[in-house]
């Protein structure tokens, strides 16, 4: 599964994300046949037709405005795509299709290799029957054919139709129309801003794909490949949000569905014909009939699995305030699968059946979500009646503020089962042989927002678990299931928790107190706290730190200018207020409140969380805004006295900064407000999963330099050259237990002396040799590290001149060494590649050899095989594949003995990516033979190894045993060993002795000693 990660900023000026760049660099640079410029309306006119050759590109000024239809012919290449873009300065270039025209671009035809971005569209009538769009792609080249490369990103469609309602016209739409036997690969519809549009927002739909669920399997021909739809932000539309059909593995993520069906009713996002899509990380939001003029409350939900779907993957999504979160559609569809979700205020309830009467859905599968309802929204598990089918549903939240308001609905629910559910306010299921009943202290539920940071879900904090939450712990395992929970954090085997969060540890808060007698009082009458002062909390004690970074006065000016405006606790009033009293505006006493125009910026030092704001106001009209470029604006109104502002756990980075501001009141009179108080949480740094920590990013230091590194995976080092030189880091562990370190140091002289501790304790120490000449070299060791907020140690030994450049940590159990650690070598990069069936040009075999997880080999049949030839005779004992889409059920490797196929290796279930070795094994052709699969496999990467020896690793503990693998070293026999003080490395206890090297992978599982060590390992004896 390709996932791009993909950022947030604002609308205007630049992309709602931007991932497109990342695609672009794997696109060779050329050089563009003709640019056409296009300044004036004539110029527009005379390029509306063009047929372009590969690398032109149709480029329109900023800030010009254009009326008509784009609608140029043509097809590019991989190497030279045709572009339609903008240049210039200023705000985009707009088209004003005016209703008179189908689209304000229009490509028809023989379509590849093109790219649309950085327009603004309109296409605005009133008439209701015409069938308008944004941007419209109609591929209807010649058949049998392979279409490849549409990309539209970065574009502003808003004004398109009248008051419509139709799924066939909206804001972007690539369609596929005559054909009988073609695809599309690679369509990506990314960062795009869609409002304000008659029918659907973004949709797909082809001539010729159908999916047809068999009794056993299913047939799927002419499936899109490559379809990618994220980042786009889709507000007010007709009818659906983004509707995706006819694709195999789709990927449908980061996306916010707003306010949808305005005009008739519709889900916001759905699938149809489809097979392994997935919708994970977006936010859908406002699907009601309140504000439509369409009265059904049917086909409004977030997310919809429809039919005609296998392997559909509902997950990492929070949906809000929409008649219900999820339909199901009870024709034909195979293994729907929802889970990780946030769900909070749905109208009705959670989960709709559509096509009641049916019965033909199969294995759906409804776990760790998070369902919350506050008072006085009555909601029901199934909605209006509905009977589910074939569904489980475990591992659940399902709170209710207020017991009257709960319900499971008023269909048969027989169709449903239930297991290991946590219910609060809600009497558990009758099917629900292990139900936990309680609250499952949620940190601060109900305050989410919308148009959340979806790349970090920092919003949902407010269901994360407190301490002592039922839902600890408590979830039955699921196999097969996802390795994180929807906000990032690592799911622990053997004891996850309920629910769409894993428990990380105590919430660490701050409040920075501005009320008198705190650490921001200068004393009574209010003191002075000027632009660019750092100020520490300490009265709490926590290591956050709030600095103020300018003064904004009434007139615009600065602080920072030298305009001598400053903040001001003032005692009498106790607020944080901000002393202008210099500069002219006709209000009075400035220094006891901000006053309209004035402002503060300011940031912290941490990651943080924003959680709450209090202000006291001098009067009822006061307002406050607060902005970002993460977010948009906070209005903090009211104003009344000690009003607490919720502010939805947005995440904020170290450094950013933040502008609070008082908004000008309506009335025009003094009504000044103060503010009392800002309540943040920080942003863990050691969460449980892997963890990068650079050596410069030192909150304290004695005695060491930092300089420029060459090295990999690090901006800076340090230096140490005498005992006692050190570093320190203030971080919050949130979860206590055994960590793996590696630590990436140098040495001019070989020698390495360091010690690692946590709150003066020490951890383990570095007493090695390893090559001089400064060679940068990675050391592992194993810690254990308590929970809470804590000081993190690096300190010289010993007087050599030593280096570090960063060190990271890894959530671990156990580990295993060798006496000479080797990392393996893929002897398989960039040789010949052939397989006996290849999707498209997009997935030939060399994708599965070229060392890159973006690209990957894809077949067209169950049982293919792909082929590597070395040209030479070569010995392999190991083999990796990664397959990410978890489709290979069995495979065999086989080698070639100039007259057969004879196999070697056989192999079940390649998913978790892990090394297999065997006996070594020589020949010059190899080949990986599939033997079955659930669908068309696709591989990114298929790896042969040489060496039989690989670097330090994990081992997994059980409840009373632990299980180690690793590669097989003939003649080499093994010893595990234990410790309770990694400080020395003393593992002198030994648990077994003796193993032998297997034939192939060697794996051992052995009892914990009663008296159970902390750490354990498996060395060469």
Known sequence: MVKNKIFANGMTGGSRFRPLALLLALVPAVCFSTEYTVSTQSEFDAVKNAVLQPGDAILLERGQQFVGMLAPTGKGTEAAPIRIGAFGTGDRPLIDAQGLNEAGVRLEGDIAFWEVSGLEIINKTEDTDSYLFGILVVVSGPDNMVYEHIYIDDNYIHDVNAAVEGKDRGGIHVYMEGLNSSIIDDLRITN??????????????????????????????????????????VNRTGRNSIIVRHSQDPMVEYNVAANCGRYSHGTAIFCFDTVGCIMQYNEAYGNTVAGSTDSSNSDRAGFDADYNCVDTTIQYNYSHDNEYFCAIMKKVQRNVVIRYNVTQDEKQGFYFYGFDSNTDVEDVHIYNNTHY??????????????????????????????????????????????????????????????????????????????????TTMGALRGYQLLAGSPAFDAAILISGTVQSDIAGNPIYDGAADIGAFEYMGPVTQVTFDFLEGSVWDKGAGGGAIGANATLTNTVTGNSITLTAIDVIGQDGTRASEGEGHKLNVFGSTAYLAVDDS????????????????????????????????????????????????????????????????????????????????????????????????????????????????????????????????????????????????????????????????????ASDSGLVN???????????????????????????????????????????????????????????????????????????????????????????????????????????????????????????????????????????????????????????????NQIEWFSEVSGSRFRLQIMSATSNPTVEEFELYGISDQSASMAKFEADSISFEWPNAPGTTYAVQCSTNLVTDAFSATVESGIPALTQTNSITVKIPDESAGFYRIIAE
């Open 192 to 233: 795009n801003r869609i409002e304000d549009v008659g029918g659907v927002g973004i949709a797909n739909k082809s001539s010729c794909a159908d999916v047809v669920v068999e009794d056993i399997g299913y047939t799927a021909v002419n499936l899109w490949t490559g379809v990618y739809i994220g980042g786009n932000y």
């Open 373 to 454: 309802v506050s008072a006085g929204n009555s909601a029901a598990v199934f909605v209006q009646g509905r009977k589910p089918h074939d569904t489980l549903l475990e591992n659940n939240i399902f709170y209710f503020e207020d017991a009257d308001d709960s319900s499971y609905g008023t269909g048969n629910l027989s169709g449903a089962t239930f297991n290991n559910n946590l219910y609060y306010n809600i009497t558990p299921h009758s099917s629900d042989s292990n139900p936990i009943i309680g609250d499952p202290l949620f940190t601060s539920p109900g305050v989410a927002g919308t148009d959340i940071n979806l």
């Open 582 to 745: 210099g500069n002219p505006g006709g209000y009075n006493q400035e220094f006891r409140n901000f006053n309209p125009n004035e402002g503060w910026v300011f940031a912290f030092d941490k990651d943080v969380y924003l959680e709450t704001i209090q202000l006291g106001s001098q009067n009822n009209d006061a307002e406050m805004t607060l902005s970002s470029e993460l977010f948009d604006d906070i209005i903090l109104a009211d104003g009344q006295p000690s009003d607490v502002h919720e502010l939805g756990y947005r995440f904020v980075p170290a450094g950013t900064e933040l502008t609070l501001m008082m908004t000008t009141p309506t009335n025009g009179v003094d009504t000044g407000v103060g503010v009392q108080n800002i309540t943040v949480s920080e942003v863990p740094l050691f969460s449980g999963a892997t963890t990068m920590v650079q050596a410069e990013s030192y909150d304290d230091a004695i005695g060491v330099v930092a300089l420029s590194s060459s090295d990999d995976g690090g901006g800076k080092m340090v230096v140490f050259d005498a005992t006692g030189d050190e570093i320190s880091y203030e971080v919050n562990v949130l979860v206590a237990g055994t960590y793996l370190v590696e630590f990436r140091v």
């Open 754 to 912: 360091l010690e690692l501790a946590q709150n003066g304790t020490p951890l383990t120490t570095l007493n090695r040799v390893i090559d001089g000449g400064a060679t940068w070299t990675s050391v592992y060791k194993m810690i254990s590290l308590q929970a809470g907020a804590s000081t993190l140690t690096v300190s010289a030994t010993g007087e050599e001149l030593q280096l570090l450049n960063w060190f990271e940590l890894t959530a671990s159990y156990g580990y295993f060494e060798f006496s000479t650690p080797m990392d393996p070598i893929n002897i398989a990069l960039n040789q010949t590649a052939s397989a006996s069936s290849v999707h498209s040009s997009s997935y030939a075999a060399s994708k599965a050899f070229d060392g890159d997880l973006v690209t990957r080999w894809a077949a067209t049949e169950l049982t293919p095989w792909i082929e590597v030839d070395f040209g030479a005779t070569v010995s392999i004992n190991g083999i990796r594949i990664v397959e990410t889409r978890d489709r290979i059920r069995s495979y065999e490797i086989q080698v070639y003995d100039n007259e057969s196929w004879e196999p070697v290796f056989e192999g079940e279930n390649p998913y978790d």
